[in-house]
C-alpha cells in the first residue's frame, strides 16, 4: 500500500517537500491507514505528518470513543493533533452534506496541506452514485485525486489492501456504526450493489476507479478548450460542439453569479444563444439574467419596468428607478432635442414605458416604437425603461429620440426636459 501511496504522491505532483501534511482521522480503517502510510513516507517526501480529528457529535458516546481513539493514538506516536467539534444540524442538502461541509470548514482553517482518505472502492460508490443521480462527463470522474490545498493519494488502494497494511503494522482502527446504516445512499450501493458487481468481475472497485481517472484527465481537456472559448459570443458558441458549448455558458453563468448551474440551466442559455430573436433575455435563479445584444451575450441586470406617472403641465419629476429627472415648462421657443422638445399635450400628460400600438414619427417617417428600438439596436432587456412621453391621443415624445412630429403643433405648448439625476453632493 505504501508503494501505491507513494507513486500516486509522484503521478499527481501532490508534494515538492517540505510542506506539512495534515491526514484527516476519523479512527476508522481507511483513515488509519493513510495516517501510518504517511507517517512512514515522511522522511522520503521531506514533509512533516500531522492528523486532525472532526467530532461531528452525531453519535453521542461513540462519537466521543473516536475523538478518544485518534487522540490516544496520536498522542502514543507522537502526531501532532487538531481537533474541532460542533453539533452538526441536517441542512437543506440532508445530514450527510452538512457534516461533510462542517468537516471540510474545519479542516480548510487548518494550516498545511489537507490528505484525506478516499480509497479506489469511494471512488468507484461514488461513480455509481452519480450514475444513480445523474450527470455528465465532470460527475463520471469522481473523486479529484488533487485539489486546492488537498490531497488524495489512496485513490488507487482498495480496502483489501487497506485491510492487509494495517493486519500487516499492527495497526488498530475503530468501527462507525452508521456505516452499518442503509439510510445513505453510499451505505446502499456499498452493501448490495459493489458485491453484485464483484461477483460478475472481482476487480469492479479498482475498474471504475481507474476509469474515473481516466475520464477526469478527458474532461479537464474539454474545460481547457472551453476556457479558451468567449463565452459571450453568440457566433462562435453557435460553432462549438455541444460539449465545448455547455461548458463556455457554465462559465459565463458563474461569473453572472450563479454559484452552481444546473443542467436545466445551462440549456436555458443555450437556448438564449439558438434564438434568432437578436435582443431577447433570459432570467435565472437569484436574479441573474443573461442578455442577447445581437451577436453578444452579455450578463445583465433584471429588465427595469418604468412606472407610469402623471406629469404636471409644469413642475418637476424624478424618477429614482431609471435615475432620470423630468421638468415640464410652459414653453417659450420651441425645441427639438433627443432629450428637450416642445409637444401640445391633450388631456392628461404622463410619462411611461413602451406600450403595444405606440407609434412615432421623426424626420424620415412613422415607424412604431418597437421597430425604432429595434433600428437603433437596443436590447429588449432595456426598452421598457426608455421613457416614452404620451397623452390621450398617444405618443408626444420620446428620451433620446425627440418629439413625435404629429404632436409638435397645437396650443399650450410645453417643453420637457429630461436628464440624469445629477450625484448626490454636486451642485
Known sequence: MVSKLSAAITRYGMLSGGETVICAVSGGADSMALLWGMWLLKEKFHIRVEAAHFNHHLRGEESLRDEEFVRNFCDFHDIPLHVGQTHVVAGVKGLEAAARDARYSFLRSLDGIIATAHTADDNAETVLMHL??????????????KGENLIRPMLDVTRQEVEAFLAE?????IEDSSNDSDAFLRN?????IMPLLRQENPSIGQNLSAMAQRLRQEDEVVQDLADSVDPGSVSQLRELPPAIQRRALERLLKEAGMPEPNASHIAQAQALVQTEKPSAFSVFPGGVMLRRNYDRL????????LETVELPLSGTVRLESVGLEVRCEPAENI????????????????????????????????KSLKKRFVDRKIPAGDRLAIPVIADDAGVLGVWGMGANLDRIQGDNPVTIYIQKIPPEGNL
Open 188 to 192: 446502499r450501493i456499498r452493501h448490495h
Open 335 to 366: 425645441v427639438n432635442t433627443a432629450c428637450e422638445f416642445t409637444v401640445c399635450p391633450v388631456g392628461k400628460m404622463v410619462i411611461r414605458c413602451r406600450q403595444t400600438g405606440d407609434e412615432l414619427r421623426l424626420t424620415g417617417g412613422t
Open 298 to 305: 452579455e450578463a445583465a441586470r433584471k429588465p427595469v419596468v
Open 132 to 145: 444513480i443521480r445523474g450527470t455528465g462527463l465532470r460527475g463520471l470522474g469522481a473523486i479529484t485525486p
Open 169 to 173: 503494522n499492527w495497526i488498530d482502527h
